[in-house]
């Protein structure tokens, strides 16, 4: 299609001066139409992917592992592309460790690594694997100490329907429910809004927060 567009604005500009007829003019309205279409850049340029390794606490963990990495190599380029583009950010981290064990799943900070559960079924592994990179993909926004998973859960939910639709994402949202802490309260704040609801949200507290981090 862009392809295309070059070629007849390439046509357009070399036959005009010699050569009028209707047909050059349908080809320069069809080089305006195309030359004034959207940037092809914000949806389609190559998504720089961090690298994720994931490694077992223990032998035991390997078959985990193993479905964490056939995840990442099916989906990363997606999972990041869909996550910069609903968040409105860019990730930062270009090389992430991420410890398979069983214990509770954690996103870690720049060098520290991700800790991912290895028991989860295989699509609670998709969507927490997704959370915790949501939690580092945000973390430039917020200091350690916040309580970051209602903005997080402004965006999250719509990247998981994205991915992988909204029953996936209805029944993620019902296992992090069940687990304690702030997840419950987070959530129904989150799906009280609707989708245009929640991005306004989520656009205001990116900028208050870009705006509180830019004044410390
Ligand atoms: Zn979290």
Redesign the pocket.
């Known amino acids: 299609m862009i392809a295309g567009c070059g070629l007849r604005i390439g046509r357009v500009k070399s036959r005009a001066p010699r050569v009028r007829n209707p047909q050059s003019a349908v080809l320069l309205v069809l080089a305006i139409a195309c030359s004034s279409s959207p940037s092809p850049t914000s949806s389609s340029s190559p998504v720089r992917v961090p690298r994720l390794e994931f490694v077992p606490e223990s032998e035991t963990f390997a078959a985990a592992v193993g479905e964490y990495e056939r995840i990442w190599a099916a989906d990363a380029a997606r999972i990041v592309h869909t996550m910069q583009e609903i968040s409105g950010l860019t990730f930062t981290d270009t090389a992430i460790t991420a410890i398979v064990f069983e214990g509770v799943s954690s ?1 870690g900070f720049r060098d520290t690594p991700m800790r991912l559960r290895a028991s989860y079924p295989l699509d609670t592994k998709r969507a927490t694997l997704i ?2 990179l949501g ?1 580092r993909l945000q973390s430039p926004l917020f200091r350690r100490q916040d309580e970051e ?1 209602g903005p ?1 859960f402004l965006w999250l939910y719509d990247v998981w329907v994205r991915l992988y639709g909204q029953e996936f994402a209805d029944a993620q949202v019902a296992v992090e429910r069940r687990r304690r802490g702030p997840y419950p309260r987070a959530w129904d704040e989150a799906l009280a809004l609707s989708p245009r609801e929640r991005a306004e949200r989520w656009r205001a507290i990116v900028s208050n927060q870009r705006q509180r981090r830019n004044e410390e």
């Open positions: 996103s959370h915790e939690h998973h997080l």
